[in-house]
């Protein structure tokens, strides 16, 4: 095998490795995400006589909610029952989803239930009958019981609502914030997301034994799935998780004052106001996916539309990589010009590698050939692609993004007609710049083809990216030759002729 040979087959092999070593990584930690530790404000402990019951297993499942009050908001569907004052129904409008699950339905547990630990009073404030009464955005629920009263205010303020509790003669309560939205949850986190201080801890649901207390000093906490969450923002002393059917978890808060009620979309314009902006799980890659994430997401407030956000940035990220792709191309293109001496070297030396080698590094440096400057605009590209990635699996606004055909950008293409399209302009690229070793641009082809059935699977954001990205990298590419073309001495004789 030639000298030659080896050195571009080597660089693509560094390519393909350094590609997979990549995706291999945030597969990785996907799959296997760092384990969460206790930060000092944390406390975690076993101690189940200071964990309120549920009353599951008691009367509680058949109790059904009988009377119930709706109230119709700009935003919202907020449907209580008078036993208990308890959420029995929240629609989130927008996205058209029903937030009351199946599981809380089943067990007949609803969020802003109230828990003391003393399962004879639990019983009698989430399940008698509350005196409700609305004005305007405002909502009052009182219970007056004998040595006792409890008042939950419900407001509602756009974008979420804001929960106060008044009670009298009762001890601190705990108050359930509701279970997880089932949804695809697509390699992030779903179960409870808790904030202390400065350490926002996703608890895998795995690592719950029965019932866990946390105890600190907490912003935000509740049950996230990827699109949705449920909890509570505000002053809280301590989180309760309880986990039941074996794989779900039901979280509870102690207020420590007024709390922002919030049940619906991760939405960043809804979250960025009330504290719960890192309930979007920007994964490990956060660094580079969230300012990623606020530039997309200040291009769609503008534009109103994902599709012009991604082609924007597409536009920007090739226009940033123009210097390299300028270089690449011209020095692909003398590559090209000098791959008849090149030849001729070969057989000079062909049995004297060192020689061939030393002769082959004076030729390119001649021509001003880079080996690796047509593997390194690829290889920039692919952490803005991982943290792409991870933006267009997380962003809940693209749930109704719609492009053309495509439904969903959050999903993937129906018919596959854009991975198609995309491998198809992969392989373009190989024909408006080929490279002067044959064997190089077969592999380039069989690895469009790779691509093309990796990304059938993917969201049709990604997909759309990066096939705008090959549409732009074309249109560059040829202009950049056209620009640079120079015609051979025996061209130039036959066009003075």
């Known amino acids: 095998m030639e000298r030659k040979d080896l050195d571009i087959r080597g660089l693509l092999i560094l390519f393909l490795v350094t590609a997979i070593f990549l995706f291999g990584y945030q597969a990785y930690l996907i799959l296997f995400p760092p384990a969460t530790q206790p930060t000092p404000q944390q406390k975690i402990e076993e101690k189940h006589q200071n964990i309120p019951s549920l009353l599951l297993g008691t009367t509680r499942e058949s109790k059904k909610p009988q009377n119930l009050k709706t109230f119709n908001f700009d935003t919202f569907t907020l449907v209580l029952s008078e036993e208990g004052a308890r959420v029995v129904s929240l629609v989130d409008k927008k996205y058209g989803r029903e937030l009351i699950t199946d599981l809380e339905k089943r067990l007949g547990i609803y969020p802003l239930e109230v828990f003391t630990g003393d399962p004879d009073k639990d019983q009698l404030l989430n399940f008698s009958h509350y005196q409700i009464e609305a004005k305007g955005n405002k909502i009052v629920a009182k219970l007056t019981g004998e040595g006792y009263e409890l008042v939950k205010n419900i407001e509602y303020k756009g974008d979420h609502f804001s929960f106060r509790l008044e009670s009298r003669g009762l001890p601190p309560v705990f108050v359930f914030s509701g279970a997880k939205v089932k949804e ?139 210097p390299l792709t300028y270089k690449s191309t011209v020095a692909m293109s ?108 077969y592999i380039m082809i069989i690895t469009s083809v790779v691509f093309t059935f990796l990304f059938a699977s993917f969201p049709a954001g990604l997909v759309l990216y990066w096939t705008l990205n090959n549409v732009f990298n074309l249109g560059q590419t040829y202009v950049i030759k056209k620009l640079t073309y120079k015609p051979k001495p025996s061209q130039a004789k036959r066009r003075k002729k």
């Open 184 to 322: 695809d949850e697509f390699y992030t986190h779903a179960g409870p997301i808790v904030k202390i201080g400065d350490s926002l801890q996703r608890i895998e649901t795995d690592k719950i034994q029965g019932k866990e207390l946390i105890t600190g000093d907490m912003s935000f906490a509740g049950e996230e799935s990827r699109y949705y969450f449920k909890g509570f923002s505000g002053k809280m002393s301590a989180v309760v998780i309880h986990k039941v059917e074996g794989a779900h978890t039901l979280t509870l808060v102690k207020p420590a004052g007024e709390l922002v009620f919030y049940a619906g979309a991760k939405e960043y314009a809804r979250l960025k106001n009330i504290g719960l902006s890192d309930t979007i799980d920007f994964g490990s890659l956060r660094l580079i996916v969230k300012p990623l994430f606020v530039f997309m997401y200040w291009i769609y407030q503008h534009l109103n539309s994902w599709v012009f956000s991604i082609l924007a940035l597409t536009f920007i990220v090739r226009l940033l990589m123009f």
């Open 334 to 441: 003398k590559m090209a010009e000098v791959a008849p001496k090149m030849q001729e070297l070969k057989e000079k030396y062909k049995n004297d590698s060192a020689k061939f080698q030393e002769e082959m590094m004076k030729l390119y440096q001649e021509v001003g050939f880079n080996p690796m400057s047509g593997c390194l605009p690829l290889l920039l590209q692919i952490p803005i692609f991982f943290a792409l990635y991870k933006v267009l699996t997380i962003t809940a606004d693209l749930q109704l993004a719609k492009f053309l055909w495509v439904q969903s950008l959050a999903e993937k293409d129906p018919y596959y007609v854009l991975p198609v399209f995309m491998g198809v302009t992969m392989v373009a690229q190989q024909f408006i710049s080929p490279s002067p070793e044959k064997s190089q641009n």
